[in-house]
């Protein structure tokens, strides 16, 4: 499976970016059930394990203009350090 693909410029009106699981089946429908609650999320698909996958995150969200002011992180990689200390070596080592 590839990656969710955000509506046309998703940051333009959206206030919340939500990441995900490259392959993750359920980001679709899931969307469509939260837009049908009147939520509205801009979805993609990054292995945070992955370096250069974290990076092309990155770069997509800000050639979509999305601009981020609060990164919550939930996927359990900063062996106890903050973000802002955590090296590239640390999340390499798996």
């Known amino acids: 499976?590839?990656?969710a693909q955000p509506s046309p410029a998703p940051c333009t009106l959206l206030?919340?970016?939500v990441t995900?699981?490259?392959?993750n089946t359920k980001i679709g429908?899931?969307?469509r059930e939260q837009a049908a609650q009147g939520y509205a999320f801009a979805a993609y698909g990054v292995d945070v394990s992955d370096y250069e996958s974290s990076q092309e995150l990155a770069r997509r969200i800000?050639?979509?203009d999305c601009q981020i002011d609060i990164l919550v992180?939930?996927?359990g990689i900063t062996r106890d350090?903050?973000?802002?200390?955590?090296?590239?070596k640390v999340i390499a080592s798996g």
């Open 1 to 3: 499976m590839g990656w």
């Open 15 to 17: 206030a919340t970016i």
């Open 20 to 23: 995900h699981t490259p392959g």
């Open 29 to 31: 429908p899931w969307q």
């Open 62 to 64: 800000h050639a979509d």
């Open 73 to 75: 992180n939930n996927a």
């Open 81 to 88: 350090a903050t973000l802002r200390k955590l090296r590239l």
